[in-house]
């Protein structure tokens, strides 16, 4: 069996935990297509969020209690940057951290592709997984917002929106940056052609899984393959289970709940995506048109509970 999963943000990262346990049980190979609209260059150095966040924690790096970074970081870095007064100075980068982005920033310099530059990192920390980047090309969220102190339109990087601002700021929509003219990494039109089922994980369904299906080609690919789509609501009971996806969905003007994302994404009669959607027990009388909807247990509490849910995803199949 061959899965593929669409991912990104920690949910995204701890979600793959499950898959990969699940497919160590059956013999599934697994590819993890990841978001690259946080990514972004600071202080010089190329820094891709989602691609770190799914590779520390499958190479069991990450702290677990931030969900993000790597365990037992220092900040000595951040702290000298800081005294000389270096913007931006919102978002830290660790000490240990920092080795990973000098490596990739040198690779890319060096002519690499991310997609090769990601594949010799995870030599380091063997996720178990074929990681790839939806695109080697540039792709940036940005998100147009009102400026607080004129009240003009301007657009700013995701990752000041959601880090700096904590998404509390008038926003109007997101822009993927780059994404018309962006091509899908390769091996990702690959994986999705010869997958029996993709899995769009409960990441963020606007800003994580969103990015991913805007590369041109990409969600065609999903849409129109042979695979069988079933996603994984990040909406329980109304609420996002972490970060901020009601923030992001309000913008979009669609509902924060299981039915919400459901029909954000559709049934694939309609034009959509989904052939199956886990919900929440939670959220069991949830109607998708078009969808198979089944109520599981949806709280990753471990690996064990995650892998639960992926055998529940596949059994919709």
């Known amino acids: 069996m061959r899965i593929v999963v669409l991912a990104g943000g920690i949910g995204g990262a701890r979600f793959l935990l499950g898959v990969r346990a699940y497919a160590r049980e059956v013999g599934a ?5 990841v978001n690259v609209g946080d990514d972004l260059y600071l202080h010089g150095l190329k820094v891709c ?4 966040s799914v590779m520390y924690t499958l190479g069991g790096g990450a702290d677990p ?17 800081a005294a000389y007064g270096a913007e931006p100075s919102w978002f830290g980068l660790g ?10 920033t040198t690779m890319l310099s060096g002519g690499y592709p991310l997609s090769a530059v990601t594949e010799a990192l995870a030599t ?7 990681l790839l980047p939806a ?4 792709l940036e969220t940005h998100v147009v917002v009102s400026d607080p102190g004129g009240g003009d339109q301007r657009a700013i990087h995701f990752q000041e929106w959601w880090v700096r601002h904590r998404a509390e700021i008038p926003t109007h929509r997101f822009v993927f940056v780059g994404a018309e003219s962006a091509k899908p990494a390769p091996g990702v039109l690959d994986a999705v052609g010869a997958a029996d089922v993709v899995l769009l ?7 994580s899984i969103a990015p991913i299906l805007a590369v041109p080609g990409l969600r065609e ?14 909406i329980i009971g109304g609420a996002a289970v972490r970060g901020m996806a009601d923030r992001c969905l309000a913008v979009l003007g669609v509902e924060c709940s299981a039915a919400g994302v459901g029909g954000l994404y559709g049934g694939r009669a309609a034009g959509g995506l989904l052939d199956g959607w886990l919900v929440a027990p939670e959220d069991e009388e949830t109607v998708v048109p078009d969808v198979t909807v089944r109520a599981v247990p949806l709280r990753m509490t471990d690996e064990a509970a995650t892998a639960a849910m992926v055998r529940a995803a596949l059994e919709l199949t």
């Open 124 to 130: 380091r920390w063997q996720p178990g997984v074929r």
């Open 221 to 234: 690919a999903v849409a129109d393959g042979s695979a069988r789509v079933v996603g994984i609501s990040p």
């Open 135 to 138: 695109t080697d090309d540039r």
């Open 29 to 33: 190979e697994v590819t993890a297509v």
């Open 49 to 52: 969020p989602d691609l770190d």
């Open 65 to 81: 209690e931030r969900g993000w970074g790597r365990a037992g970081e220092t900040w000595t870095v951040k702290s000298e940057l």
């Open 201 to 207: 994980a409960p990441s963020n369904p606007v800003v």
């Open 95 to 104: 000490d240990r951290d920092l080795a990973t982005h000098l490596v990739r």
